[in-house]
């Protein structure tokens, strides 16, 4: 069974403008990751935050983390249009730390 | 964070004919590897756990005759699509964690593009 998800399952916007993506979980997790999959390729690691973390950036990229919401957040500010792409959200938990997938958030950035 | 290499990145075989993929980890000891499976437009699916020198762990409605892994090293775990059918065409992803090591998440191979003809 899918552990995050994420929503907005499609996100249309121009080029420079910020997109929010969210997921949300069922259960208390070790980690949260998000990563980015061009049509047909594999997947792209973006940020990795833990359990005992609130906030990360690396970029135009910024993650948050709400643990008593159940929830996470990916910001990419000044979209481009490369960073048309869907993204992921994946939680492991418990002592088997198994990654698990949301549905995704098929982002179009339009030039 | 750790490499994982997965190879091929893309296959195309036969019907009827077994394919295996491959899914090393470079600098680190996969004691634990997980398989994905994604069809077009949708998500990641766990397909299996192994963990080195056990059998694997299937999740439900995954044949374990028709997908067979084997995690012999702590390094290397290989799926084998047994038979392979048009239906099976789709891309797999491999992912490798090390218990007790530097990092707590797993780290996912580039996937492998399976189409069977």
């Known amino acids: 069974s899918q552990q995050g998800e994420e929503d907005p399952q499609a996100l249309s916007i121009q080029e420079g403008e910020n997109a929010t993506m969210n997921c949300s979980y069922k259960?208390?997790?070790?980690?949260l990751q998000w990563y980015r999959q061009n049509s047909g390729r594999g997947l792209v690691h973006l940020i990795l935050?833990?359990?005992?973390?609130r906030e990360k950036h690396s970029g135009r990229l910024r993650v948050t983390l709400d643990t008593s919401k159940k929830s996470s957040s990916l910001l990419i500010t000044a979209s481009r249009a490369a960073d048309t792409a869907s993204y992921f959200c994946?939680?492991?938990?418990?002592?088997?730390?198994?990654?698990?997938f949301g549905r995704g958030t098929s982002l179009i950035v339009h030039p | 964070g750790a490499v994982v290499s997965q190879h091929p990145s893309r296959v195309i075989c036969k019907s009827g004919t077994s394919v295996k993929i491959e899914c090393r980890s470079l600098?680190?000891?996969?004691?634990?590897m997980f398989w994905y499976r994604q069809f077009p437009k949708q998500s990641l699916m766990l397909m299996a756990t192994?963990?080195?020198?056990?059998?694997?762990?299937?999740e439900q409605g995954v044949e374990k005759d028709k997908f067979l892994i084997n995690h012999a090293s702590l390094t290397l775990s290989t799926l084998t699509v047994t038979s392979a059918h048009p239906e099976d065409s789709s891309f797999y992803i491999c992912?490798?964690?090390?218990?007790?090591?530097?990092?707590?998440?797993?780290?996912f191979g580039q996937g492998t593009r399976l189409t069977v003809v």
């Open positions: 992912s490798a964690r090390e218990f007790g090591g530097t990092y707590t998440e797993a780290f």
């Open positions: 259960t208390s997790i070790n980690n």
């Open positions: 935050i833990r359990s005992n973390e």
């Open positions: 994946a939680t492991d938990s418990g002592g088997s730390y198994i990654p698990t």
């Open positions: 600098d680190f000891q996969a004691t634990t």
């Open positions: 192994s963990n080195e020198g056990s059998k694997a762990t299937y």
